[in-house]
């Protein structure tokens, strides 16, 4: 009876863990519009966040100029004049690791699950990436898109979520500014801008005036950034790039009959492997204590 107990209590184990995870990460559709999100009052220094934090407790946060603070974070991502999604984690949608920024963009433009969703089906590509930067050095992509409705953009080219510059994306977090905590919603990453107080997440205006990772190499304020291997960096680019458009245009090619049931997002193939790797185990322990 003891080893019947034991199953049935690293049974229950499992099915918390995975119920956890299957709810932490993903968006939710709101009916928050940037002015109800700008007006939220940040909580500071709790255990507990509210229901329209994106967790449900409090974490760490680094000004522009390199102070740190404690605080519930409310990451929504909008449009002017419209309602807002929610995301549901305690990190960058474009850093889901506790490892902080990325030097390049190999984890931009994921697609992420609709919590609501009970299905699982229905994911969304938050990010999107400037024209501009797909022949760049950032070699800019996201997960595959097969139709406008996958991109929060509403701009899918060649399988790629383009930004819309009539349709300019906003990410509202946290931030401690003159003294005060605040939501504010700003600019998204690889929207157009003129000065770095223009870009969310605390990011800088880049030399080619976009919203860029933080530190990603080539903006305006980098010391760093030098024009010594210009010319070198210049010639690899193109290679690089023309590379980068034929396989942008051979995949286009080769996924003209593909249907939408084949565009699995990179977190919805792990949710699902994970469902199966549940209802397997499940199963197994299942007939094991009969």
């Keep these: 009876m003891t080893n019947k107990n034991n199953y049935i209590y690293y049974l229950l184990i499992f099915i918390i863990t995975y119920k956890s995870y ?7 559709y709101t009916d928050y519009t940037i002015n109800d999100i700008e007006n939220f009052k940040v909580i500071i220094n709790k255990t507990e966040c509210p229901e329209e934090s994106s967790y449900h407790h409090s974490i760490q946060f680094t000004s522009r100029t390199g102070e740190k603070y404690q605080s519930c974070d409310y990451q929504y991502y909008c449009h002017k004049n419209e309602k807002c999604i ?8 474009t850093d ?4 902080g920024f990325y030097n390049d963009y190999s984890n931009f433009g994921m697609a992420w699950l609709n919590l609501e969703d009970n299905n699982k089906n229905d994911t969304l590509i938050i990010d999107s990436c400037n024209e501009i930067s797909l022949s760049s050095e950032k070699n800019c992509k996201t997960d595959i898109c097969l139709s406008h409705s996958d991109c929060f953009s509403k701009n899918c080219i060649n399988h790629i979520c383009i930004t819309n510059p009539d349709y300019p994306s906003y990410t509202c977090r946290t931030v401690f500014e003159n003294s005060e905590y605040k939501v504010k919603c700003l600019k998204s990453y690889e929207e157009k801008c003129e000065k770095d107080i223009e870009c969310a997440n605390e990011s800088p205006c880049g030399i080619d005036n976009l919203c860029t990772l933080r530190n990603f190499k080539g903006f305006k304020n980098d010391i ?3 024009n010594m291997n210009n010319d070198n960096d210049n010639n690899n680019d193109n290679n690089n790039s023309n590379s980068y458009i034929n396989n ?3 995949l286009n090619n080769t996924n003209t009959n593909t249907n939408n049931n084949n565009s699995s997002s990179s977190n919805a193939e792990v949710h699902n492997k994970l469902n199966s790797l549940y209802k397997v185990i499940i199963l197994l322990i299942t007939l094991f204590i009969l």
């Design 248 to 250: 942008i245009n051979n």
């Design 22 to 28: 299957a709810n932490r990460y993903g968006f939710k």
């Design 96 to 99: 889901p690791t506790d490892s």
């Design 224 to 226: 760093n950034n030098t």
């Design 86 to 93: 929610k995301v549901n984690t305690p990190y960058e949608i």
